[in-house]
């Protein structure tokens, strides 16, 4: 597979080498390409398809099959999160670069219109998370949690919109 590396800081480069090398990954081309499309759009998460269009659009040659591969391989390592995506193609899982201030059992409100992520890091949310899970038979790993929810620049956005709609219908 020839994949050519999209244009970053040697920086961003280096630290993401570092991050593959500290899990005990070898930083192959593929890796490096993924990570550094999760790194370079600020807080969005992007499913395999939309990796795979962004790639292909920046000229790297890879098929889908090595997109999910890898993406299986950073999430298992926990250099990545992923979320799931209610669409009317059914269920997608969407994925982000995890933070490295992110502590095992952190927590996550997602926006799910501008996928803003706020960090909450509360250990006696976790624990009573964990209990649930517990009741109903179900482990909870160490992974972190992400819950989706609608922020206030966002809800107020869609209520003026929707504000607009209505008078725009209303006869005069």
């Known amino acids: 597979m020839q994949m050519a590396i999209p244009a970053t800081t040697a920086q961003g480069e280096v ?26 759009g600020g807080q969005t998460s992007l499913n395999a398809e939309d990796i795979y269009q962004q790639l292909q659009e920046n000229g790297i040659a890879v098929s889908l099959g090595t997109i999910y591969r890898v993406l299986r391989e950073l999430e298992a390592v926990a250099l990545l999160l992923r979320e799931r995506e209610d669409s009317a193609s059914g269920n997608k899982a969407r994925y982000w670069l995890r933070p490295e201030h992110a502590e095992e059992g952190s927590c996550y409100f997602v926006c ?3 996928e803003r992520k706020v960090l909450v890091q509360d250990e006696a949310l976790m624990q009573q998370l964990r209990q649930v899970a517990q009741v109903h038979g179900m482990q909870a790993g160490g992974n972190v949690v992400s819950m989706q929810m609608c922020c206030s620049h966002c809800s107020q956005e869609g209520r003026a919109n929707r504000r607009a709609d209505r008078l725009a219908r209303t006869p005069l």
């Open 112 to 114: 799910r219109v501008c």
């Open 15 to 40: 630290r993401i080498v570092e991050r593959l090398r500290a899990v005990q990954l070898r930083p192959t081309s593929a890796r490096i390409c993924i990570l550094q499309l999760l790194s370079g």
